[in-house]
């Protein structure tokens, strides 16, 4: 792990989360914002419910950063908004 007064490992503590809540397919980000919400709000990708599936898409935004460009955050976003009016009908 690394330390903080900035030792000689550079490992971030991202890099050892595991989840096995959401089970995205391969690709599934790269695609466009309705595909993203609908199948992050399935049963079979997100097994505990579409709130799971938000926190899956928070978590790859959050994750990928600065490597992330500006068309496909607006994409991103998108899908966030999508599937969290699809959570919001539910209640």
């Given amino acids: 792990m690394a330390t903080k007064s900035g030792g000689s490992q550079s490992r971030r503590w991202i890099a050892d989360v ?3 809540s959401t ?3 391969p690709g599934l980000f ?3 914002a309705s ?3 609908r199948s992050l709000a399935s049963k ?3 097994p505990k419910g579409p709130v ?3 926190r899956m898409l928070t978590y ?3 994750r990928t950063g600065k490597g992330l460009d500006e068309n496909r955050r607006k994409e991103l976003e998108k899908a ?3 599937l969290s009016k699809r959570i919001h009908r539910k209640d």
């Fill in 18 to 20: 595991k989840t096995d």
């Fill in 23 to 25: 089970h995205p397919p």
């Fill in 30 to 32: 790269t695609k466009s």
């Fill in 35 to 37: 595909t993203i919400a």
């Fill in 44 to 46: 079979k990708v997100s």
């Fill in 52 to 54: 799971s599936g938000l």
């Fill in 60 to 62: 790859f935004i959050n």
């Fill in 80 to 82: 966030k908004e999508l």
